[in-house]
């Protein structure tokens, strides 16, 4: 890990960023901002102070006038238009990540570092909030969030939904006005995506099978985040992990639709391993030692970890991939204060 996190420092550019392509800023560069915290180091202090300050400046600078925290993101109001299928996808990942992160070092800003990072939280959540009422066309969807332009008819999924929920929870922990009915609707959304039919939490609510490792992760960690550690839900998704574990190193999994990928390994193992340690006793001990055996075999000797074998994610590169095996590990740390 020390390896790692010595190459992820390495990739930092000029303005501050980490390296990735030009539509994952600055949620790449806050990934792996995390992963620095997440082994205890701190923006202003230590060997990496410098470091972490200058990416802190970068993601606080990339903030559109309607509230969006992304690089690449229309300004003028917030509302769902027709645009690049990539940008409409990215912009709000990068929005939640970004925000999520800047509320987990709120509490740890100097002064007027605080300030500006207040300032833009308010902002980030104002659009958040905005952006989960928007109309849906199916009631399912009440509650979630999906991407900025119409997308096959449907306009929630879980993955946005996780992150969503994740920063509305750290902005209620760092102080800031969260309504509790934006959180008690996100919820309900999550709940609508578990699958009783294959015991685990699924991509977009009611559909016939859109099962993944991430998914299943993250419906966990969702519910966690809302003080369900151990619903009903949670724990079949858990078993589901048990039953589908991350030994074939970045090996993606199908089910009943060969071809049409929804598991991502590195993002998978991220998720999963942070929801296992939520659900903690056997399962934690279960699904972590022979995981970290995995992640630990497949480090290249630079520190990295190689990038995404799904055909999305490979192109945000090995900071990516390498940013969540770190986050993965270090979840015994226990640094981050929203895990």
């Not at 912009?91 to 990072?117: D, F, R, W």
């Not at 509650?143 to 306009?155: A, I, K, S, T, V």
């Not at 294959?198 to 998914?215: C, I, K, L, P």
Request: aromatic residues 10%; neutral net charge.
């Amino acid at each position: 890990l020390q390896r790692a996190v010595t190459w992820i420092v390495a990739q930092q550019q000029r303005d501050g960023s980490f390296e990735t392509v030009a539509h994952g800023q600055p949620g790449i560069t806050s990934l792996c901002t995390m992963a620095l915290l997440s082994q205890g180091h701190l923006a202003g202090e230590g060997p990496y102070g410098k470091h972490l300050d200058r990416a802190l400046d970068f993601i606080l600078a990339s903030q559109r006038s309607n509230g969006l925290v992304a690089r690449h993101a229309h300004d003028g109001p917030l509302e769902r238009r027709a645009m690049d299928h990539e940008i409409g996808v990215s912009a709000v990942y990068n929005h939640a990540i970004s925000s999520l992160l800047l509320t987990e070092v709120y509490a740890m800003a100097p002064g007027e570092k605080s300030q500006q990072i207040e300032l833009v939280v308010n902002r980030a959540l104002a659009a958040t909030l905005a952006h989960q009422q928007w109309e849906k066309p199916r009631p399912v969807d009440t509650g979630g969030w999906r991407y900025l332009h119409p997308f096959m008819n449907r306009e929630a999924d879980l993955s946005i939904a996780g992150w969503q929920l994740k920063f509305l929870r750290s902005a209620k922990n760092a102080g800031f006005n969260v309504p509790q009915g934006a959180i008690d609707q996100a919820v309900g959304y999550v709940l609508r995506c578990f699958n009783p039919r294959f015991g685990v939490f699924e991509y977009t609510a009611q559909t016939e099978d859109q099962r993944s490792r991430g998914m299943a992760g993250a419906g966990i960690l969702a519910l966690a985040h809302s003080g369900m550690h151990h619903r009903s839900e949670a724990v079949r998704s858990a078993e589901w992990i048990l039953q589908h574990p991350f030994n074939e190193y970045n090996h993606i999994l199908t089910f009943s639709q060969p071809g049409h990928y929804k598991d991502r390994y590195h993002y998978g193992v991220f998720l999963c391993t942070r929801a296992m340690y939520q659900m903690g006793g056997r399962y934690w001990q279960e699904f972590y030692p022979a995981t970290a055996r995995t992640l630990l075999a497949h480090q290249n000797r630079d520190g990295s970890w190689p990038v995404d074998s799904h055909y999305a994610e490979s192109q945000y590169g090995r900071t990516y991939s390498t940013a969540l095996v770190v986050l993965a590990l270090s979840a015994p740390n226990q640094l981050l204060p929203i895990y």
